[in-house]
Nanobody, 114 residues
């Protein structure tokens, strides 16, 4: 069955960096577009970034553009989100999502606070 397992979240100070990872299994990862979304406490789910199957196209929300970078390793079925210059407003649970069928992982929590 489809499994998406995120890791890499934690507590970081403003201006710091984190790298989120998502291990995918149970489907053909290399042929699927993937994305990251997040949900801050008390707020709606927000799109963060997306990447198509061969990594030739990526997209970002305006709120993270220039600070976050999405990438993938199709040989190892991994999706990544490099987050730099983190801000308190980046605090949220981050989810890895397979675009087709809108399948989500369990999420990893990121807290940006001094």
């Amino acid at each position: 069955q489809v499994q998406l397992v995120e890791s890499g979240g934690g507590l970081v100070q403003p201006g710091g960096s984190l790298r989120l990872s998502c291990a995918a299994s149970g489907f053909s990862f290399s042929t699927n577009a993937m994305k990251w979304v997040r949900q801050a406490p008390g707020k709606d789910v927000e799109f963060v970034s997306a990447i198509i199957s061969d990594s030739s196209q990526t997209s970002y929300s305006e709120s993270v553009k220039g600070r976050f970078s999405i990438s993938r390793d199709n040989d190892n079925n991994m999706l990544y989100l490099q987050m730099n210059n983190l801000k308190p407003e980046d605090t949220a649970v981050y989810y890895c999502v397979r675009v087709h069928g809108n399948r989500w992982g369990q999420g990893t929590r990121v807290t940006v606070s001094s």
